[in-house]
C-alpha cells in the first residue's frame, strides 16, 4: 500500500475523493485546452475528447451506473483498453453490476461533469448526466441508498454507509442541487430533483442514528431498508457502531446551510460520543512479521499523549469489538487472525481532524449565519 493510497484510506471523504480525481487525471492521454469549454464543435470539427472520460462512458451500464469491478478484474481507467476490450464491454452493458460502493459510479460522475466543462463534448453531459439519474432511481423511499442497483443480491441491498457509499452520492447530489461546479450547463431538470433526495438522505440520516436509552450515538455501517435496525453484513462486519463512517456523516451534515435543531443535535451528539468512545495512550504500529503469511502485522502499543478510535463498537456498550472471518467478536485485536489484522483497518484516527478543526470551525459558522 503506497503512502498515497493509505492517506486516502484514513484522511476523510474530501481527501480520497480528491486522490481518486488526482489519479485518473494524471493518467489522461490528451487534455483539452482551457478554452475549450468555450468552443462549440461543428461539422467539420469534431467535439474534443478526453480519454479516461472516453473510457467510462464504455463502462458505464445501460441503467446509468458504473461497476466497481468486471468479474474479479477491478476496474482501472489508467489502463488502456484495446478495440477488442472495448467491444466486449460495450456488449455487456447491460450487466447488472452497478454500484455506490469503493467510489463508483461517484467518481465518474464527477470526472464527466469536469470533462465535459473543459471540452463542451455532450457525449459526457449526457454520460454524468444518466449517472446522475442512476442515483435518483436507485434511493429507497425512505431516502437510503443500497450498495448495488438493481443487484439486491447478499447484503447489496441495505442503506449502505459503509466506506462513505451513501454520503458520496448525497455529497454528489447536493453539489448538483446548487448548481456548484462541475455540476453547471446539465439537465435544467435535475437540480431540483438532487435537492429533493437530499432532503430525503438527510431524513434517513437522522432517522438511523443510533439511540441508546434515549441518548443518540453514532451510525452503524449498514442498516435493513425495511425497518432501518443496524444490519450485517460481512462477515466481519457485524452490526455495530462505526468510529469511522460515522465522521463523513457528521461532516455531511454540517454542510446543511441553516441547519434544523434536529440537525444540530445529531451532530453534537455524535460529537460527544466520539469523546466518550476514544482510546487514549495507544497507537497502532504496523510491523515486520516474517512468520506470517502476509510477511506483516498490526498491533497496539502504549503511546503517551496518543488517541485512537475504534473502526467498531458494541451497539449497547460502546466496548471496541474485532471481529475476523468466523464472525466472533473479540475485544482484543490480538485475537483475531493476521489476515485481517493486516488486511482490514479496524483502528485508526478518523475522528481527530472532526474533533479539533471541522467542529469547532461548524460552531462558529452556524453561530454567525454564515452559509458553505
Avoid at 31 to 59: C, G, I, Y
Wanted: proline share 5%.
Amino acid at each position: 500500500m503506497t503512502m498515497l493510497h493509505l492517506l486516502c484510506l484514513t484522511g476523510g471523504l474530501a481527501l480520497s475523493t480528491a486522490c481518486a480525481r488526482k489519479e485518473l487525471a494524471a493518467e489522461t492521454v490528451s487534455k483539452a485546452p482551457a478554452s475549450a469549454a468555450t468552443a462549440s464543435p461543428t461539422a467539420s470539427q469534431p467535439p474534443l475528447q478526453d480519454s479516461t472520460a472516453e473510457k467510462m462512458l464504455v463502462f458505464q451500464r445501460s441503467v446509468g451506473g458504473w461497476p466497481k469491478a468486471v468479474g474479479n478484474e477491478k476496474v482501472d481507467y489508467k489502463h488502456p483498453l484495446s478495440a477488442a476490450a472495448r467491444t466486449r464491454t460495450l456488449a455487456d452493458k447491460g450487466r447488472n453490476d452497478a454500484t455506490i460502493d469503493n467510489n463508483a459510479t461517484s467518481r465518474e460522475i464527477i470526472y464527466l461533469a469536469e470533462a465535459y466543462q473543459k471540452t463542451n463534448n455532450a457525449a459526457y453531459r449526457e454520460g454524468a448526466e444518466n449517472g446522475i439519474r442512476f442515483l435518483l432511481k436507485m434511493q429507497y423511499a425512505n431516502g437510503g441508498f443500497p450498495q448495488y442497483y438493481p443487484d439486491f443480491s447478499n447484503y447489496r441491498h441495505q442503506i449502505t454507509y459503509n466506506d462513505n457509499a451513501m454520503v458520496r452520492v448525497l455529497e454528489v447530489l447536493r453539489n448538483v442541487a446548487r448548481q456548484k461546479a462541475p455540476f453547471v450547463g446539465l439537465d435544467a431538470a435535475l437540480p431540483a430533483q438532487a435537492q429533493t433526495a437530499v432532503d430525503k438522505g438527510t431524513d434517513c440520516i437522522l432517522k438511523t442514528q443510533y439511540v441508546r436509552k434515549g441518548v443518540p450515538t453514532a451510525w452503524c455501517a449498514q442498516y435493513d431498508e425495511k425497518t432501518l435496525q443496524p444490519a450485517k453484513a460481512r462477515a466481519f462486519e457485524l452490526a455495530s457502531l462505526s468510529g469511522d463512517e460515522s465522521v463523513e456523516i457528521v461532516r455531511f451534515l454540517m454542510g446543511i446551510d441553516n441547519p434544523s435543531p434536529a440537525v444540530k443535535k445529531s451532530i453534537d451528539s455524535a460529537i460527544a460520543w466520539f469523546e466518550k468512545v476514544k482510546i487514549t495512550g495507544f497507537m497502532v504500529k504496523e510491523i515486520a512479521a516474517p512468520q506470517e503469511k502476509s510477511g506483516r502485522d498490526r498491533v497496539m502499543v502504549p503511546e503517551a499523549g496518543a488517541t485512537i478510535w475504534a473502526r467498531f463498537y458494541e451497539l449497547d456498550t460502546d466496548r471496541p469489538i474485532y471481529v475476523g472471518r468466523d464472525s466472533q467478536v473479540h475485544y482484543q485485536l490480538a485475537e483475531i487472525e493476521n489476515e485481517r489484522r493486516a488486511g482490514y483497518l479496524y483502528l485508526g484516527t478518523w475522528p481527530e481532524k472532526l474533533l479539533t478543526k471541522d467542529y469547532p470551525a461548524w460552531q462558529k459558522r452556524v453561530s454567525t449565519g454564515e452559509k458553505n
